[in-house]
């Protein structure tokens, strides 16, 4: 069954395209990435998916239908989006911001159901965040709330879970833990979409890598098929080794090419 289906999206700003008739099916479960340089328009492809931008030209459809026609809370019900830039100026605790991931549901803070508090609880734990349910999100480090904005995503509980580079602010172990998250949830039927700028993650984590250069998706398909040297030169710039070992698909950069 088809999740989400971008056909023919393109998005137009300052006379540039920014996104170029970039197309892809998102089906039940699986885990992709949506790699490329910066300003390649991953962001803008993830928020014309989204139907948060209209496009130029082009249509983006959630279980079949339009999702700029979805009213707000229906969408927010399928769709749990983590997006690029996130802060917090309020001291509330960890707790009060990831039920704002039940929202959808009708789990307003203060009057929370068993299921809302189950679902809040349990992306608490995922998230490592056990222990930190009273702190005051303003005392926490930059690696902690990015955690916090993954368990307030998780809660909401959505079949498709679309993140924008969700891990930047992680050191390697939580890279690795939200990584190897994101692939169970994708193995228990979650369909999860994120942007990850870590090449080697990416070739060890995904499903499905969808390229994106210029604002034109230009490769689509496994790492094992799509992640070359030629194409991490041709893409990003640099020169690479990719190579299969015992734990899987290895990159190493060795410099800009
Ligand atoms: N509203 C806008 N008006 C003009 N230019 C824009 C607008 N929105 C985005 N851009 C430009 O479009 C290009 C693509 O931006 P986008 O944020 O989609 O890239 P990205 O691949 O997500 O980049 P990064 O990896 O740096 O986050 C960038 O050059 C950006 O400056």
Known sequence: MTILSAMGL??????RALVDNASFQLGEGGFTMLIGPNGSGKTTLLRLALGLLRPAAGRALLCGKDMSALPAAARARSVAYLPQGRSLAWPQPVR???????FA???AVGQLAAAD???IEMAMQDCGLTGFENRAVDTLSGG???RVHIARALAGQAPLLMADEPIA????????DVMQLFRTLSRSGRTVLSVVH???LAALYADRL???QGGRIVADGSPADTMTAARLRDVFGVSAEVRQTAHGLQVDIHGAA
């Open 117 to 119: 508090r189950q679902a």
């Open 144 to 146: 902690e709330l990015a």
């Open 169 to 176: 602010a992680l050191d390697p172990h939580y890279q690795h």
């Open 10 to 15: 393109s998005y137009r700003a300052d006379e």
């Open 96 to 102: 009060d911001v990831v039920a704002l991931g039940r």
């Open 105 to 107: 549901h009708g789990g």
């Open 210 to 212: 969808i390229w994106m």
């Open 198 to 200: 870590d090449l080697g």
